[in-house]
């Protein structure tokens, strides 16, 4: 069974950071893409961030560009989102997926929800003054 917990969330202001994690299985961790999504309220979910199984190939959407990276660990069974220079229009709650795939790019898993096999419960994430 797929199982994954994220944790990092919280309040922060404005140009703020946090990290948020997943714990996954070993499993998973290697033979799943991991993406990162979000929804806000009266919003759909959406695609943030995607690495692959390999940890070879990442993505991030246009508006997080620059100041969100993805990254595999595997000694720790985690894949984390380090998130910098938070907006206010970051504030979503942040769910981890899971996507296997074998023809897809990285791109193109987070480019739609319809590719996840199993979600997290979320973390909230509020950036507010």
């Known amino acids: 069974q797929v199982q994954l917990v994220e944790s990092g969330g919280g309040l922060v202001q404005p140009g703020g950071s946090l990290r948020l994690s997943c714990a996954v299985s070993e499993f998973t961790l290697n033979h799943y893409a991991i993406g990162w999504f979000r929804q806000a309220p009266g919003k759909e979910r959406e695609g943030v961030s995607c690495i692959s199984s390999s940890g070879g190939s990442a993505y991030y959407e246009d508006s997080v560009k620059g100041r969100f990276t993805i990254s595999r660990d595997s000694a720790k069974n985690t894949v984390y989102l380090q998130m910098n220079s938070l907006k206010p229009e970051d504030t979503a709650i942040y769910y981890c997926?899971?996507?296997?795939?074998?023809?897809?790019?990285?791109?193109?898993?987070?480019?739609?929800?319809?590719?996840?096999?199993?979600w997290g419960q979320g973390t909230q994430v509020t950036v507010s003054s």
């Open positions: 997926a899971t996507i296997f795939v074998t023809d897809k790019t990285t791109a193109a898993i987070c480019g739609t929800t319809n590719l996840v096999g199993s």
